[in-house]
């Protein structure tokens, strides 16, 4: 396991995002949480069209981190793909389908962390 750096947490996000993209993910936020929360550096939040698309989203972002030497610690809500949580200790991906983004509007409830672009990374 890769040990913990800003620069590593940015370089996941980054990877996270371009496999996200790769898969036609839509709505593709990430939020800095790293000055409001002990949870982790970043989140990334992004939306699917349907089960089979959001578990693929997963798939590539999991393989991706771990072509880099990033391994998960934790996956919740794979089956059901409604709600997709990867914990990757400094990041954390969020993989909803729309009504459930919608209701649980993460974006909200985290509005202290700071929208940045992969670019401003």
């Known amino acids: 396991m890769a040990e913990h750096t800003l620069e590593n947490s940015k370089?996941?996000?980054k990877l996270a995002v371009e496999a996200l993209e790769n898969t036609k993910a839509e709505d593709i936020e990430i939020l800095d949480i790293s000055e409001v929360?002990?949870?982790?550096d970043?989140?990334?939040?992004?939306s699917g069209t349907n089960r089979s698309q959001i578990q693929a989203?997963?798939?590539?972002?999991?393989?991706?981190?771990?072509?880099?030497g990033y391994k998960k610690k934790d996956v919740e809500g794979y089956d059901s793909a409604f709600w997709i949580l990867q914990d990757f200790e400094d990041i954390?991906?969020?993989l909803f389908d729309k009504e459930n983004r919608v209701f649980y509007d993460l974006e909200r409830i985290w509005r202290d962390g700071k929208k940045v672009t992969t670019d401003e990374l």
Not at 37 to 40: A, D
Not at 57 to 68: H, I, T
Request: aromatic share 12%.
């Open 11 to 13: 370089e996941m996000v």
């Open 57 to 68: 989203m997963a798939d590539k972002v999991e393989e991706a981190l771990y072509k880099k």
């Open 92 to 94: 954390i991906v969020h």
């Open 37 to 40: 929360s002990s949870l982790g």
């Open 42 to 46: 970043y989140f990334i939040i992004a």
